[in-house]
Nanobody, 125 residues
Framework: VQLQASGGGLVQAGGSLRLSCAAS????????MGWFRQAPGKKREFVAA????????HYANSVKDRFTISKDKDENMVYLQMKNLKPEDTAVYYC???????????????????WGQGTLVTVSS
């Protein structure tokens, strides 16, 4: 499985960005696809996750109502639409894949077997 994240950049506070994750190497049935982020000097933290069929979606409280995770099964793409960005959203964003979605541990870094290379999002105040 390979994951390729893209779409990061520099944006002013209040602005929007859409991150993309191109996934390959599997049909991704029963996978959970997640977005995580890591700010300088901080631990990697959960942002959002979506079960591959799309019926189960989860968000961190800090991004709920501002970020939307979605996927395109036909294109094997996962997206993270980010709105009303804040300086504290500045981080490297990673997409990740968990082959065995259970519905319980989607926010745990250790649950994910595959990781993309990360894309930097910088929000200026």
């Amino acid at each position: 499985v390979q994951l390729q994240a893209s779409g990061g950049g520099l944006v002013q506070a209040g602005g929007s960005l859409r991150l993309s994750c191109a996934a390959s190497g599997s049909n991704f049935k029963n996978y959970c696809m997640g977005w995580f982020r890591q700010a300088p000097g901080k631990k990697r933290e959960f942002v959002a996750a979506i079960e591959w069929s799309g019926y189960d979606v989860h968000y961190a409280n800090s991004v709920k109502d501002r970020f939307t995770i979605s996927k395109d099964k036909d294109e094997n793409m996962v997206y993270l639409q980010m709105k009303n960005l804040k300086p504290e959203d500045t981080a490297v964003y990673y997409c990740a894949a968990d082959p065995f979605y259970s519905g319980f541990y989607y926010s745990e870094v250790s649950e994910y077997d595959y990781w993309g290379q990360g894309t930097l999002v910088t929000v200026s105040s």
